[in-house]
């Protein structure tokens, strides 16, 4: 990133000061609130706090990135907006992130799902894809994968220059030695079928989950080896490294595919989630930054401190000791929580006390390493942004808003003049980081997490009744839930212009609820039952 971010040693002092002018400009005034409450329908109480919600900014926020994502706006290898034009390597981690942020907002409000959110994630996952032979140096693929600071595509194993008939080839775009792509994408396809149920993706997530498999199985040639190709358990990012934030993508899609569709997939992992609990560990017992199985092509030594070692820890040779990172260890502990939250309840109050900066009360970060405590770049940044994530899903709101304090208090939000869209203007630091900080203020503001996307909708849920169509650009649904318990559907909604919403899977015509007194009965159409509403707030409940 530019030389900003990457190193500066005033940052901080400015940040805090900015911080302070921020919050009295124009551009942060408060949006409107979302309003709750309850009421009572022949007996049935429906408290509004009892069901998922999104705020106004959220739903702005997200309204800002449809703009740069979806396919009415540009195609799928253009980068309209992304001011992205100086950086390689990095635009699948922002559409990845982004995917499994959307997704966690999609489970908040499951009773809303028009093709306005579902192109959006189809959209995300069509630009993960984008290949070299459609679109050239401004695909994914060249960015990611065949880019000459990378240059991947002539790798094997295990003979890294001279291959023979017994080497595998790990040069491949989609494998079998790319997790840090096969796994995200997999991972998105996996939350599109839980979140919309369509099919579409299924023949091509379990070839990801076969080919794993294979790796985590066998020598590659049909033979049974404990700890798989690279002896491990785990697999590469870069053809000759691992990483323990790497492969917790892959394992969420395996313990989600297990259980959208019956299959028993996850035990492929026990090796490496083994490997990465006792090996690639620090002395606090903590997640250390790699491990590399072999020295990689074109490997570069230190000219002082401790040397590498292959087999071995990547190290920090300055320190003599394993690598270290906030970003790889609050990402890991949040994409493993599922498997096993009682690594995440122990190692998450160590993790805060070695990588956390107190700055005041209010304001915090986290250092990218606590070997090196008193510099602030990039990956304090990233270390700071993964921790508020997993501050939320472990519930530590004290320290999720301290982070988010430091992160975004320097941002002005700037609406759009109609009111639609909002974004955190950081062309003072980096405009890369436009779309980034919002999908992750959408993400550590939500109720649903990362560990709660592992789990599958029931069977049932794809029978209870919804939003199939609606004027999208005219409303705002803060909340829309069919409970099943009370049969009745809560739906809180702003309305900027007279807006037709249409129900799918109600049996009879229902009424819609407003303060506990009939509103309205919905229209019968054929392609469901609607509703139309003037612009006003509404909290209704339709039985």
Request: hydrophobic share 35%.
């Amino acid at each position: 990133m530019s030389t900003i971010i990457t190193s500066n040693k005033y940052f901080v002092s400015v940040l805090i000061i900015t911080i302070i002018f921020a919050g009295l400009t124009f551009g942060n005034l408060p949006s409107p609130g979302v309003s709750a409450g309850s009421q009572t329908i022949d007996g049935v109480t429906y408290n509004f706090a009892d069901y998922g919600q999104l705020s106004h900014e959220q739903l702005a926020l997200f309204n800002y990135l449809d703009t740069i994502v979806s396919s009415k706006y540009q195609g799928y290898g253009e980068w309209d907006g992304w001011n992205a034009e100086d950086f390689h390597g990095l635009h699948h981690y922002v559409i990845a992130f982004m995917s499994y942020a959307v997704a966690s907002m999609f489970e908040t409000t499951p009773g809303y799902r028009t093709s306005y959110y579902q192109n959006f994630a189809y959209d995300l996952v069509k630009k993960m894809n984008t290949t070299i032979d459609d679109w050239g140096n401004s695909s994914i693929e060249y960015k990611e994968w065949a880019h000459p600071d990378f240059d991947f595509t002539e790798y094997y194993y295990p003979n890294v220059t001279n291959p023979d008939g017994d080497d595998i080839y790990t040069g491949g775009f989609r494998g079998p030695a790319n997790i840090m792509w096969t796994g995200h994408y997999a991972l998105m396809e996996t939350l599109y079928e839980r979140n919309f149920n369509t099919g579409e993706f299924v023949d091509e997530i379990s070839w990801f989950i076969n080919d794993w498999n294979i790796s985590l199985l066998t020598d590659g040639f049909g033979n049974p080896k404990e700890g798989g190709i690279w002896g491990v358990g785990i697999i590469p990012c870069e053809p000759y490294i691992v990483f323990s934030q790497c492969n917790s993508i892959p394992m969420v899609a395996t313990g989600l595919y297990d259980n959208l569709y019956a299959t028993d997939y996850l035990p492929m992992w026990d090796y490496g989630l083994n490997f990465i609990n006792t090996v690639m560990q620090d002395e606090n017992d903590l997640y250390t930054d790699g491990y590399f199985i072999q020295e990689p092509l074109g490997f570069v030594y230190a000219s002082t401190g401790t040397p590498q070692e292959f087999p071995g820890p990547s190290l920090d040779p300055s320190a003599g000791l394993p690598k270290v990172s906030s970003y790889g260890i609050s990402w890991a502990l949040a994409f493993l929580d599922y498997f096993q939250p009682e690594v995440t309840i122990n190692e998450y109050p160590i993790f805060l006390e070695k990588f956390g900066q107190e700055i005041s009360g209010n304001l915090m970060y986290m250092m990218d390493s606590y070997h090196h405590p008193t510099d602030f770049g990039t990956y304090e940044l990233l270390g700071s942004l993964f921790t508020m994530l997993l501050a939320n899903q472990v519930q530590d709101y004290s320290t999720r808003n301290r982070l988010m304090n430091f992160l975004y208090d320097l941002y002005n939000k700037i609406w759009s003049p109609d009111g639609r869209t909002m974004y955190f203007d950081t062309s003072s630091l980096e405009p890369f980081l436009q779309s980034v900080l919002a999908f992750g203020y959408i993400w550590a503001n939500n109720e649903v997490s990362i560990r709660d996307l592992v789990d599958s909708r029931q069977n049932e849920f794809w029978d209870y009744p919804y939003i199939s169509e609606a004027d999208d650009s005219h409303i705002w649904v803060y909340q829309a839930e069919w409970d099943e318990s009370k049969s009745g559907f809560i739906l809180n909604l702003r309305v900027d212009q007279t807006a037709t919403l249409t129900f799918a899977n109600f049996d009879h015509a229902p009424h819609a609820f407003l303060g506990g007194n009939i509103f309205s009965e919905l229209s019968a159409t054929s392609q469901g039952y609607e509703l139309t509403l003037n612009p006003g707030l509404y909290n209704l409940v339709i039985v």
